[in-house]
C-alpha cells in the first residue's frame, strides 16, 4: 500500500534538551527538516542529534537582525512550498503529535 508521504519541518533555538524526544516521536516521518537558529547556544549538538536520523537533516539560518517572527514565519512558509510531501507537518519543538496510526491519520 502506498502511504502519503509526511514532512516535519521545525525551527529551533536553544533545543538540544527536547531534541532527542522530538526526532524520535517524528521519527515516522518521511523527512525532518530542522532550521536551527544560527545564534542558539547548542547547534553543534541540535546537528549532532539530528545526523543520528537518516530521515532528518538540518541547516542553519541566521536572522540579520535578531530574531524576528516574520521573517521565521516566511521561512517556514517557504520551507513548505519546497516540499513535495503530500503533509506537512509544523510543530516547534515542544509540539508532539499522537494518533494510534499516524499513516491511517495522513491517508
Given at each position: ?17 527536547l ?19 544560527s ?9 549532532a ?10 541547516e542553519?539560518f ?7 517572527v516574520?521573517?521565521?514565519q516566511n ?21 508532539f ?11
Open positions: 500500500m502506498n502511504y502519503p508521504t509526511c514532512e516535519v519541518i521545525t525551527m529551533w533555538y536553544n533545543d538540544v534538551f531534541a532527542p524526544f522530538f526526532l524520535k516521536h517524528y521519527s515516522y516521518a518521511d523527512h525532518i527538516r530542522v532550521i536551527i537558529d545564534d542558539t547556544n547548542d547547534k553543534a549538538e541540535c546537528e542529534l539530528v545526523r543520528q536520523y537518516p530521515n532528518a537533516s538540518s542553519l541566521s536572522f540579520p537582525d535578531g530574531y524576528n516574520d521573517i521565521r521561512l517556514i512558509f517557504a520551507a513548505c512550498n519546497e516540499s513535495n510531501a503530500d503533509w506537512v507537518i509544523i510543530p516547534d519543538s515542544d509540539e503529535i499522537f494518533c494510534e496510526d499516524m499513516h491511517k491519520f495522513l491517508s
